[in-house]
């Protein structure tokens, strides 16, 4: 049906294509099958991106406790960027797929129907409602065409989009790991770290922007009469060197090609503003993953009401896999019915190694470097420099917790098991804090939460009994 068609789809063009000698593939036997081949890949593509997002998030979910440093915002940043870009890239492959169809159908009706639009016939309408939408509709040609255009369009401002972002992350990756190892090299703190990458993008960014300059530049003084061999000679090795740093001669030809022949200020504001959306989209994804909604609906039940209520990441046996960023001090459950309750104390590497540094004076510098029985000895006195545990005002020391580790949760921490027998039945308030002189604000921040729990003994006395 396609081929039958085509002249209505496609205006008429008896010029010959120029094709390269000892080419391939014919241009124009391509050219009939473009839209049978976008059709293919964006299916394959629309329903395998809507799955990449949640692998991701279980890959960083997994990976993000145990990064410090410049790695921590290396593996978010990675996240951030492959969940926009899989819900933009999903998003737009959709729509395509939606024009396409849009397409299939206005052919077969121009197939169906080859006269289109019959407007003597549509009574319902008056003259100039007939003349408006006429002008408007045009041609059954026209409108195929139009369709045609903007799938095509579409598709390979998507792939565009596509290869554009892997390569900034591809970038930003270099960036950190060089960053990185300036660090490890010289053992700077991570702060000159951060600073050291900033630096390196910034160069790029006003390297960039001289070459933009410099390239006006030696074209005015060309056009006074002036050639400048040795700034067109530098400005040229810099392109060179710029073409390295990305996989310019993948993106250019669509990138150049778009640009050129669509509004060229249009273009640059999407393309930025896709890039940019792709990056919110991801960030979006984090902070959804943390609150409990993104929705201002709750002006009763309120976070400030739960936090000093119950929080079900507190308890291992209500904890959900959205709870998967939430690493809280846990407890088994809200109902207790053992002589003992085990208290599980996270140890987060990203806020406990820097708060290690001005508070562990048994470590070196922040690392426990001791074996055998001393490195246990130090994990514990070093997180309870950073913790105060009590219940029901009661402190409760930390010498007799061990270090351990949770593979179930993927997370390292203390755990240790407080006594219950002598305390009455009923509603206990098991309280932690963390940096108990930090700041109100910020990432080290003094952090304090409440664990309600009920003391059940009369379960544990049946369970013994029978």
Known sequence: MHHETDAASRPV???????????????????ERSDELELLISGLLVFGLFTVPGRLFEAWVSNAIHADGIAEYAIWFGFAVGVGVSYALAAAFMVHIAIRGYWVALIGLKTTFPGGVRWERLSSA????????????????????????????????????????????????????????VGALFGVSERVTMIVVGGLYAAFIAGALAMAVSDK????????????????????RLLGFYSMLGPQRLVAPMQLTLQSNLNGRAFQVVYALVIGGAMVIGSLQVVNSVKFSLLPGYDVVTGEAVDHGMLGAHYENLRAEHDALLRFPMIPSDRIAETHLRLFIPHQPQRDNALARRLCPMLTDGRNTAEGAAAT???????AAMWTVSIDGA???????????RRDLGMRGLVGY?????????????????????????????????????????????????
């Open 395 to 405: 402190a409760i020391p930390l010498d007799d917790f061990v270090p351990i580790e």
């Open 217 to 236: 530049l030696i074209s005015r003084c060309e056009s006074a009469g002036r050639p400048e061999a040795g700034p067109r000679r530098m400005l040229r």
């Open 13 to 31: 063009d008896s010029t010959p294509i120029p094709t390269e000698p000892g080419g391939r593939i014919s241009f124009e036997r391509l050219r």
């Open 418 to 466: 407080i006594p219950l027998g002598e305390r009455q039945p009923g509603r206990h308030t098991l309280e932690l804090t963390w940096n108990a002189d930090g700041d109100e604000d910020g990432k080290q921040r003094r952090r304090d939460y409440r664990i309600p729990f009920w003391f059940i003994p009369q379960i544990a006395e049946r369970v013994q009994r029978g």
């Open 377 to 383: 000895r130090n994990a514990i006195d070093c997180m």
């Open 126 to 181: 008056g003259p100039v409602s007939r003349a408006f939408r006429r002008e408007l509709v045009g041609d059954m040609g026209q409108a195929i065409d139009r369709a045609d255009r903007m799938a095509s369009i579409l598709f390979a401002m998507s792939i565009l989009m596509a290869t554009t972002v892997a390569s900034i992350g591809l970038f930003a990756a270099v960036l950190m790991a060089l960053g990185s190892l």
